[in-house]
């Protein structure tokens, strides 16, 4: 649900707690395993032709609220930017493991 996203909201509030010391260790070890065996390299190489490929990328799910929610601020400012829609693709859960140990949040949306 989009109430999910808003700033005081107990689903946001348990994310910040979440994302530092065990609880945040334990999100990347889930990420991890969830992702199973992939090429690092190659994932990695996603990751930053992704990140590369403008002044704003997105990494989202489609059904992610706070992800909907970040897309409709950019969109309401005019501001472009390009989403890879995680859910969408095989390697997506790979990507999202990379993401955590680059950017230590295996939360999406992350944007750059």
């Known amino acids: 649900p989009m109430a999910w996203a808003e700033a005081d909201s107990l689903a946001n509030r348990v994310s910040a707690m979440s994302q530092a010391g065990p609880a945040a260790?334990?999100?990347q070890w889930v990420a991890d395993i969830v992702a199973g065996d992939y090429d690092?390299?190659?994932?990695?190489q996603v990751v930053e032709?992704?990140?590369m490929s403008s002044d704003v990328a997105m990494?989202?799910?489609t059904t992610?609220?706070?992800?909907?929610?970040a897309k409709d601020y950019?969109?309401?400012e005019g501001i472009e930017y390009v989403s890879m829609e995680l859910d969408e693709r095989d390697d997506g859960n790979?990507?999202?493991?990379?993401l955590?140990?680059?950017?230590t949040r295996t939360s999406v949306g992350s944007s750059s």
């Open 100 to 103: 955590g140990r680059k950017t």
């Open 94 to 98: 790979a990507i999202r493991a990379t």
């Open 49 to 51: 032709g992704h990140v």
């Open 25 to 27: 260790a334990f999100k």
């Open 40 to 44: 690092e390299e190659a994932v990695a």
């Open 59 to 61: 990494f989202s799910f």
């Open 74 to 76: 950019l969109e309401a």
């Open 64 to 69: 992610c609220p706070f992800c909907r929610k």
